[in-house]
């Protein structure tokens, strides 16, 4: 039974930063690509950052780019979110994915597993 359990998540203020966690069970975690998307009340899910098997590459959406950085431990099957300089409109509800192909993707319903998701707050 494949599961994926994000933590991480709280409040923060403008400014600071936080590192979600999202750990893997129940899969060859290397044969994976890993994402994670965000939700905020009202809205869609929207791609925030992805790698590809093993890690080999990563990407991000434009907006996000330079303030945030998706890495994995192989060894621990984790894959993290760095987030920096984070914003008041970062707050959402962060999810971690997991995709059995090599690419992985910028489309949530590509994805085959998917964890619970962790709450993240950023106040002005």
């Known amino acids: 039974q494949v599961q994926l359990v994000e933590s991480g998540g709280g409040l923060v203020q403008a400014g600071g930063s936080l590192r979600l966690s999202c750990a893997a069970s129940?899969?060859?975690?290397?044969?994976?690509?890993m994402g994670w998307f965000r939700q905020a009340p009202g809205k869609e899910r929207e791609f925030v950052a992805g790698d590809r098997w093993s890690g080999s590459s990563t990407y991000y959406a434009d907006s996000l780019k330079g303030r945030f950085t998706i890495s994995r431990d192989n060894a621990k099957n984790t894959v993290y979110l760095q987030m920096n300089s984070l914003k008041p409109e970062d707050t959402a509800v962060y999810y971690c994915?997991?995709?059995?192909?090599?690419?992985?993707?910028?489309?949530?319903?590509?994805?085959?597993?998917w964890g619970q998701g962790t709450q993240v707050t950023v106040s002005s």
């Open positions: 994915a997991a995709d059995r192909t090599y690419s992985g993707s910028r489309r949530s319903y590509e994805y085959n597993y």
């Open positions: 129940g899969l060859t975690f290397d044969n994976y690509a």
